[in-house]
């Protein structure tokens, strides 16, 4: 007993037996972290690919404001089962959508199924609506007296030019949004520009540019966040700047995303292609104010002629014409 103590208190004991426990803390350590490392890694990619996730969904229901309701509203109306099953009926994706549809459906700033099916229903149902609507009004009120298939006719023809109304709204539509893109544009470029020299990556700026620039252009602010939410998920990074080209439609957007996609592929600098692309886009942006500056002259001469110039000749002749009345017109004394 007193030899098995003495064993135990021995001092070389004591070292012993701690080291071979800390060799085998060491082993088991590294071994599980070999044992566990991919299913680590698949949490920790799952975990941020949600966190990314509801940072996007976070920063669109920012960007969008009050009319987050009105626009969840209006993709539920879309997505309507009666009018999928009439385009789906009638076959209205082979007479109305072509490859450019669902581009042009984007630049307008609808994606996705449902408003395509709502722009092909509209193409369809627009027409025969405007035509009962027509023939009733005609028949009852402008030309009640006429044959009803002269008002027949009549509402044919404004049938007819309603088949192109959604194109028009959906022109209109992507003209604006193109507008408040082309105008913020500029600002733009010049915060990336600041966030990319700053040390931030790509997807940061990204992200700190639509969160800046949301007050000025909500609409440019949905697309970059959109690109930056196609740039932590796509495989292939170009695509995310290409399709922001495409949404947009713009010449200036598709020229800096050629330049960001030249300097992702070669590896060259980005700041230096932002640097040039923004040199360029204050220049363009002061050539269109020169143009604008320039124009104005022809423009207000025939408001001049007609609103400036009468009244400038009654000020100077009418003392004279008084003053000629006043003596009893032109041969008084």
Wanted: one cysteine or more.
């Amino acid at each position: 007993m007193e030899q098995l103590v003495d064993t135990v208190t021995d001092t070389g004991f004591l070292i012993a037996v701690f080291a071979a426990i800390s060799a085998a803390a060491v082993v088991f350590s590294v071994g599980a972290s070999f044992l566990s490392g991919g299913t680590t890694v698949k949490q920790r990619i799952k975990r941020v690919a949600l966190e990314r996730e509801k940072m996007r969904a976070e920063e669109m229901a920012r960007l969008r404001g009050n009319n987050a309701e009105q626009r969840s509203s209006m993709r539920q109306a879309m997505s309507r089962s009666y009018m999928r099953n009439v385009v789906e009926k009638f076959s209205l994706q082979k007479a109305f959508a072509d490859e450019g549809t669902i581009e042009a459906l984007a630049r307008a700033g609808y994606r996705g199924q449902g408003p395509l099916t709502t722009y092909l229903f509209l193409r369809f149902a627009t027409p025969i609506a405007l035509f009962f609507v027509a023939f009733g009004y005609l028949s009852l009120t402008v030309f009640a007296g006429k044959p009803l298939y002269l008002n027949a006719l009549y509402a044919l023809m404004i049938g007819l030019v309603g088949a192109y109304l959604p194109v028009l709204v959906l022109k209109n539509k992507t003209l604006k949004r193109q507008a408040s893109v082309r105008r913020a544009w500029p600002d733009t470029l010049d915060l990336m520009l600041l966030c990319v020299e700053s040390g931030m990556s790509v997807e940061n700026a990204f992200r700190r540019v639509a969160r800046e620039i949301g007050a000025q252009s909500p609409e440019l602010a949905e697309e970059l966040t959109l690109t930056n939410a196609e740039l932590a998920f796509l495989e292939d990074r170009t695509r995310a700047y290409d399709n922001l080209g495409k949404r947009t439609g713009l010449d200036n957007v598709k020229s800096v995303m050629t330049a960001l996609i030249q300097a992702d592929r070669y590896g060259t600098s980005v700041g230096q292609a932002l640097r040039v692309m923004a040199e360029e886009g204050r220049e363009q942006r002061m050539m269109e104010a020169e143009k604008k500056a320039a124009s104005l002259p022809p423009k207000l001469t025939v408001p001049l002629i007609i609103f400036f110039l009468p009244v400038l000749f009654i000020v100077i002749i009418s003392p004279a014409i008084i003053r000629i009345f006043a003596n009893g017109g032109l041969g008084g004394g």
